[in-house]
């Protein structure tokens, strides 16, 4: 639902996206009430920062949305390599609202699939000599993208971003929760 509201603005798909988003809130009075409460104004943007808009924001649950990613690349791991990841990884998860030219160029050798008629896009690599190690790349309906790694447990990495190129989490998040 929160994916929805999040990819409205976005290509036809993603608009109707956003009308079963408001069709489960008419029908969900306690999930309608958190939603409302949490909407705040805001100024809409182009990715330079330049304003063209005034609208809402909506907070959403980040730990909700890195817990249903991270089950989505268990499954796909599992439908591409055939292996049940289990306790045996670690799997950290960050969500963007673009991708970096680096990031799209580093994954350009990967494996890519798609789903639907491109509302769900997403690419993979795993290391030969380490067959846990894996990075994901997930975009939903052109306007959301998430990344993660699955690390073994005993040795998960201490992955970092720059701050000033890359959005872990949107500004104004709120004890895992993020805005959309």
């Not at 350009?108 to 690419?123: C, H, K, M, P, V």
């Not at 290391?127 to 998430?146: K, M, N, Q, R, T």
């Amino acid at each position: 639902m929160y994916l929805g509201l999040h990819v409205s603005r976005s290509a036809a798909t993603g608009s109707r996206l956003y009308d079963e988003a408001l069709r489960s809130l008419r029908h969900n009075r306690r999930l309608l009430k958190e939603v409302l409460a949490s909407v705040r104004p805001a100024h809409l943007t182009t990715e330079h920062g330049i304003i063209y808009e005034r609208g809402f924001r909506v907070l959403w649950d980040s730990d909700a949305h890195d817990a249903i990613v991270a089950k989505t690349i268990r499954g796909l791991y599992y439908h591409h390599f055939k292996e049940i990841l289990g306790a045996r990884v670690t799997i950290d998860v960050y969500w963007f609202r673009s991708l970096s030219k680096d990031l799209i160029a580093m994954s350009e050798t990967w494996s890519a699939n798609s789903l639907g008629r491109g509302e769900f896009i997403y690419r993979f690599g795993r290391a030969e000599d380490s067959p846990l190690d894996s990075v994901w790349i997930l975009e939903f309906y052109g306007a959301h993208w998430a990344a993660e790694y699955t690390s073994p447990v005993e040795r998960a990495p201490t992955i970092t971003f720059d701050s000033t190129e890359h959005f872990p989490r949107p500004t104004g998040s709120v004890r895992g929760r993020g805005s959309t």
